[in-house]
Each structure stands twice: as C-alpha cells, then as structure tokens.
C-alpha cells in the first residue's frame, strides 16, 4: 500500500516522552476502548482544519462533503487503520506533534499522571490522556506497533512515522497520493476484541456520534458503512440531544472527565446571530492557575473551524469554561490578529460573560451544595474578574464567597451584611495568607469582644480586586490592619467609651519610637488589642500588610513603608515598661525591639537580625529565670 523512499531517520524518545508512555500504556487506563476515540478525534480535528483551508485557499479544492473518515479491520493481519483526508502533516510536523510532548511535557504533567496511574483499575472516568493532549499514545495500550503514513496539503512527499512506544521512532519517506493521514494499529495478541467490526461500531457510536464527520467502516466486500450520525451536536435542538450526547462531546474536546457541573447550550437569532455549547466542568484543570493559561474556545463560523484556541471570546477570569461557539457573522478569512479586535467577537464575548454569571446565580439560588462545590473548584479564578472587568465587580461580588472570623463555613457579602451589628456601617476584613495566620491575628480580639464579625481574605487576588472594589452595597471594605478604626459605638460599656490611658503612657510611647527609629512610621496606644502586647498596623495611606507580602514576592527589592507599633496599655509587660522607662534604659531597649520583632513574627516575617533578636531573648530569659 505504502512503500518507503530513500530517506530514514531513526530517534530515541526524549525523556519526559518516553515516562508517559509507559504510564500509558501499563497502567492509566481502565477502559482501553478509549483509544479509537482519541484517534477518531485527531481525525475530526485534522478534518476540520482541511475544511477551513477548501474554503480559504485557493490551492486546495477538496470539496467539504468529500471530507471523510474510514476504518478498516483485518482479522488475519491483526491490524485496525483509522484514515481520513484532513490536513495532514510534513516530517517535521510527524516529529514534533508524535516524537516528543511538545506541551505536556512538564513536571506537574508527569507527576499529576503519575498519581493517577495506581493499581486502581476502577476509576473509569479518569481519562487523563484527552486532558493533556496525548491521545495519540493511547494507542500502545492496544497495539505493539504503529505506522502512521501522512501527507500535508501541498506537499509533494508523503512521510512514515513508526514505533513500538518502546525504544523510539522512525520516520521515513512513503508514497502516498492522497493528502491526509494514515494510522495502522498493529493489534496485539490479547486485544483482538478491538478487530471485530461490532465492537468498532459500539465504541464509535459510544463516543464519536456527534462528529460532523461520517465515520465509515470498510471491509472492502460491502458497501462502506456509517458507524455515526455524522451532525455536529450544538447544531441539533436540544430536546434532540441526551444527557450522556452532551458528556462525550464534553469529554471530546478535553472539556473534563466525568459529567460536566454546567452546561449551556443556546442558539442566538436576530442582529447577532450565534449557537454557543459551553461546559462548566466538574474539577479544576491541573494548570489552572499557570501564569500562561488563557481561556480557550472553539470558534466557527457555519460549522467550519477558524480556531482551536480563541482567546477572544471569553477572559482570562473565565478560562475554566470549555467549549465552541458557531457564528456566521464573522468572515472565514479574519486572521488571529484581527478576530482580537472584532466587534462581533466583541459583543458575542459580552453576551456570553452574562450569560455564564447569570447561570451561576440560578445555580447559587437552586442548588447551594452544587454551588458550593463550584466555588471550591473556580471560586478563586472568578474573582480575577472583579479586579478585571469592572462594569461586572458587582455580579461577581455578589457570586463570591468568603471565609468569616464567625464560622467555618463560607458565606456571600450579602449574609455577611445581613448579620452585621445595626451600628456597623463597614465590611470589616483582615487579608492573611491562610485561614490560620488570620485567626491568630492581634488585630481579631477587640472584634471578637464586641462580636463583630471579620472576613477572612486569603487568596492572592483578593488584595488587587479591592484596589478596584472598595465597597459592596454602599458599605466600605475596612482593613483591621490599616489605621485607625474606631469601635466605640459598639460598646454599652460607659466606662470604657471614656477610658483613657494609663498615666505616664505618652512617655513610653516616646521613648518606644525614638528606640525603634527607622522601623516604624510610629507608635500609638492601642484601642483594639485585648489580649497581645503590640500589633503593627500599615498607615491609612499605605499598603495593607498582605499586599506588602506579595509584592516582596514579586520584587525582591521591594521594602514597602514602615508600619506603626500599637501598644496595648493594659497589658502587663507594656505597664512594667511604663514603670522603668525611665530606670531601665537597656531593658527597655532590648524589650522594645522585642515587641517589634513579636509583632513581625505574628504576621508571618522574620525579625529583621536575627542574631540579635536571640541575643535579646536570651538576655530576658536568663532575667526571668534567675
């Protein structure tokens, strides 16, 4: 069928490749019938790109209804040949796309699959390959040899890439007239289910219904067979389209593995005209939160692909969401450059952000546990979009949870409010790194003597989106790390809203801050700590401290503003200080970098010397103890 040239070319697998397969081909899959529809869906996908070409270059005039996928089984020779007459691919193409892992190949790939692998065989629904792009390597889990002939639209030269997914590959020139690609399955002893025509046919219909490509099994005898129905599936009404239609469409394009948590699939008519299939899947995506991850739909125009990746129809803050949308209002020959700038693109893009938040609000009213575990999965992702889109920080406040000083559990701004004391007027908040660190924060206790409930802002992004947000239902977001904040309208205490300092205390305070220097902007008597010594505290002005903590992080020179020391006048060691500040300069040296470096400690940094932060302990402990 196929005779090889002159030109041979022999290469061992890279490193990361050659760990895949075997964890392929040995352990990940439960159900190995998943090969043949990664391989039907190369197919569709190598058809849709020739698709395009008809009807955009010149130079290829392959009529669209002549686009075509073909099976064929022999019993006697133990192979299965998928063939279609998509696009194909030149040598370098085969090299790239089946030599190595171009994109997969990375630590958290590898590891990710590694974990998933197990001895476990039940986990039906892990179908890992499809999620990182390598369903062209479930082969081997069926066959101990394969050839793959291909030949690129206009190209002179066919091309054969072969391999046991053992040792490595070889490509070699072949004849081959037509231009798209052939792959021989050379079917192992113990697989041959995989050669009978009926079994073919289940899995085919199983999974590959909805390609808008005919599937045809040839036996050379009979007249070629149509193993599927051949219509794309967000074309048909959805009256007409099954739950379990929905899922393989969702897993065939990479959307997610089990059932998908949302769909939304609806046909737009009238000045914009459109038909979107989206899917909100079940579990985050391994690379979910890699700087370079970009939201990425399938868009076509009249059911031809202009791309794979359209990072134009929905932002980045929703990059969770998998699926196509199918428009005939934008014209075949836009190149990328310009589908970023097209105003068609521009309003579908808008549409559908509202339709996706207006979706998540009915599921957060009807369904509080599925919502729930949405949120787990993309809460943190969605909201970026607060501190992106602002015509929609409303919305997505509105949808966003948050952990509260009150309880375990997450609750909305708008519970949040709902509870709040009938005297409070702010959204109080303390922005940790984690859960943890907040609840042992100084700043908590005057909060939780006056039952004032705290949330908890520990993602990342949360310290940007109020930059952009400062408030929520006419009430401001309040820092218990920033300024001054005052409390005592929540107090029935009438001893307490006319208690003043200890005498003598603006003395200490003094004599703190003229020890302390540099360190801080300045020192204050608290009105806030119960039951701590000191807190630091960013000025009005300045950065809260989490924000502080990120960009260190980003910036390795960044310093950020000094911070004011809080003392509290109450406590024991700070009136002990106050007898002796005057007696005990030493002491009170050593205890006022004491307090200071306390208080980094608290919020999670490190004394500013070390050396002499342990000098300084010990020096006190030594007191203390004799």
Known sequence: MNNEGNFSMKKAFEADTGRVLNIVINSLYSEKEIFLRELISNSSDALDKRRFLSLTDKNDNVGTDDLKIEIQASKKDSTLIIKDNGVGMSKEELEKSLGTIAKSGTTEFLAELEKNSGKDKKKKDVNLIGQFGVGFYSAFMVADKVEVVSKGVGQTKANKWESDGISGYEISEANKEEVGTEITLHIKKSEKEYLDKERIGFITRKYSDHLMYSV????????????????????REKKDISAEQYEEFYKQIGAGFNKPLLTLHNKVEGTLSY??????PDSRPFDLFQMDVKSKIKLYSNRVLITD?????????????????????????????????NVT?????????????NELKKMKDKDQEKYSSFWNEFGIVLKEGIYEDFDLKTELLELSKFQSMNGDKLVFLSDYIEKMNTEQKDIYYLAAENKEMAEGSPHLEVFKKKKLDVLFL????????????GEFQDRKFVSITKGDIDLTAFSDDKKEKEKKPPAGMKGLVEKIKEILGENVQDVKVSTKLVDSACCLVAPDTGMDVQMERIMKIQNKDFKGMPRILEINPDHNIIKKLNKIKDTDKDALNDASFLLFDQAKMVEGELPNDIAKFNQRMSKFLGIALS
């Open 458 to 469: 520990t993602d990342p992004i949360d310290t940007f989106w109020l930059s952009m947000a």
């Open 275 to 280: 038909i979107n299939l989206l899917f909100i």
């Open 345 to 357: 693109l521009n309003k579908i893009s808008k549409a559908l952000k509202k339709r996706v938040i």
């Open 216 to 235: 045809n099994f040839i036996d050379g005898k009979n007249e070629p067979e149509l193993l599927n129905k051949a219509s794309a599936i967000w074309t």
């Open 309 to 341: 990746d359209s990072e134009s129809i929905l932002p980045r803050w929703l990059r969770f969401v998998k699926g196509i949308v199918d428009t005939s209002d934008v014209d075949l020959n836009v190149s990328r450059e310009m589908l970023q700038h």
